[in-house]
């Protein structure tokens, strides 16, 4: 490297000197120049960094998980004698669909506070400021956003068995498109922009922004809330699909 920048002030240099004593001296020169850097930026950015990464790689097992086990208790529901049983029932299927996604969402609570607790032990400090206050926040978001796809789902798969595939494409899937696993500024651009179809790239794209925050104020969080809206957007599209899924099926069954 020192070589490399020697050669470099040689070149600026030797079109307009031709004595090769003044040169040499000229370069010596230059590079005996020193600039004195002050660091301003407070940042904790190794901790910040280990927690972008366990939020972001945390998309993974909440999207996993909420999958996994909302549509085996869904499928639960789709078997024949239940799924009767609820059809003659003077139960409509609003609040059918209403009692089992607010079921879903508590089991979606115990797994996000489970991963937020586990941030606390993993991370440390930086989980007990603001920083760490918008991460988790970020998080419920994204949960509740993966409780929602979950949901529409386990409205359109009844086979138990296929299951395992289905958070392989979804979860893994999106995981690999938006950047949990490879770092968003190493993908490619048209990865990118298939990947703004999914809310997954909201969130770990907020996570990403949160970590280069210097100040925590609702001006510099305005792209996360923005974010975030969007992450909620998807959540009750979900959940509307879900009841046409739910309704047309009923009227089928």
């Known amino acids: 490297m020192l070589l490399e920048r020697y050669v470099k002030v040689a070149n600026i240099y030797q079109g307009e000197i031709e004595d090769e004593e003044e040169l040499i001296n000229k370069i010596n020169e230059t590079l005996s120049n020193e600039t004195e850097i002050e660091i301003t930026s407070k940042l904790d950015t190794g901790n910040l960094s280990k927690a972008t990464f366990y939020y972001n790689f945390a998309s993974y097992s909440i999207m996993a998980g909420a999958i996994y086990v909302i549509c085996l208790i869904l499928s ?4 024949e004698k239940v799924r009767k049983r609820t059809a003659v029932s003077s139960m409509n299927y609003k609040t059918h669909n209403r009692q089992l996604l607010l079921a879903n969402i508590l089991f979606s609570l115990v797994l996000w506070i489970f ?4 941030s606390f032990v993993l991370i440390g400090n930086v989980m ?3 920083h760490g206050l918008v991460y988790i926040i970020n998080s419920l978001a994204f949960s509740i956003c993966a409780v929602t796809i979950a949901f529409l789902i386990g409205n359109l798969v009844s086979n138990k068995n296929a299951i395992n595939g289905i958070v392989n494409v ?7 498109l938006c950047g949990a696993f490879v770092p968003m500024e190493w993908l490619p651009d048209a990865v990118l922009k298939i990947a703004h179809i999914l809310p997954s790239y909201y969130y770990i794209k907020s996570n990403e922004i949160i970590k280069t925050l210097e100040v925590i104020d609702f001006e510099s ?3 996360v809330i923005a974010n975030m809206g969007i992450i909620l957007v998807f959540a009750v599209l979900f959940t509307i699909l879900s009841n046409m899924v739910s309704k ?6």
């Open 115 to 118: 991963y937020v607790i586990l």
């Open 221 to 223: 969080l305005k792209p």
């Open 128 to 130: 007990f400021d603001k």
């Open 248 to 253: 047309k099926k009923r009227k089928i069954g």
């Open 76 to 79: 639960s529901f789709k078997e």
């Open 170 to 176: 979804i979860a893994l899937g999106s995981s690999f």
